[in-house]
């Protein structure tokens, strides 16, 4: 059950997108991520500008240190729930981390990962490729012409929408912790020492 905070919802989000909109998260390591592994946001924004498509990259002052130029289809935000912006995508690209990667399958966008070699972000990225709802970059060097190919699949390939649906259906089939609860209360109560 993903939650990704509160804000006021800007005006640019209410409506439908007139083109595919992608959201870009790095966390607050991903720049550093990108940075060690050769590819910088400036590498990002340049891969999307004569892209048809709106990329909603949510970074803030630090992780956009040394760009320069931001593309007229790319609209940076500090900060915005996840929530709130995922509804309108079409598909996210991030690094693999459990709220990102529980927000994007209940919002229904297909993913596309560049999780940190050694993290549990990988298990999380093989998982949704497994399941045909994203896919993986995990070279230890990868290159903006497989993240371009990688963004362009999981937009034109209507497989991984259709994965990405039956994900979250079975998502929304787990119980959820108010379900969760009373049955742990009532084994650990079962269960207790000196019962």
């Given at each position: ?35 060690e592994n050769g590819i910088s946001i400036s590498d990002v924004f340049r891969m999307v500008e004569d892209l048809p ?143």
């Amino acid at each position: 059950m993903p939650y990704n905070g509160a804000t006021v919802v800007p005006e640019w989000l209410h409506g439908t997108p007139e083109v595919p909109r992608v959201c870009l998260t790095l966390g607050t390591s991903g720049r550093e991520l990108f940075a060690e592994n050769g590819i910088s946001i400036s590498d990002v924004f340049r891969m999307v500008e004569d892209l048809p498509i709106e990329l909603v990259a949510t970074l803030n002052e630090s992780q956009l240190a040394g760009v320069e130029t931001v593309p007229d289809n790319v609209r940076v935000i500090d900060y915005i729930p996840l929530n709130l912006l995922l509804p309108s995508c079409s598909g996210i690209i991030h690094l693999g981390g459990s709220g990102t990667w529980a927000a994007a399958v209940v919002h229904g966008a297909p993913q596309l990962m560049v999780p940190k070699n050694g993290s549990e972000y990988v298990d999380f990225a093989h998982y949704t490729e497994s399941r045909g709802a994203g896919l993986v970059i995990e070279d230890e060097k990868p290159t903006i012409g497989a993240l371009r190919e990688g963004l362009l699949r999981i937009l034109r390939e209507p497989s991984f929408q259709e994965a990405t649906t039956i994900l979250r259906q079975e998502m929304a089939e787990v119980p959820s912790p108010a379900e969760i609860v009373p049955e742990l209360k009532r084994l650990t109560l079962l269960h207790r020492p000196g019962r």
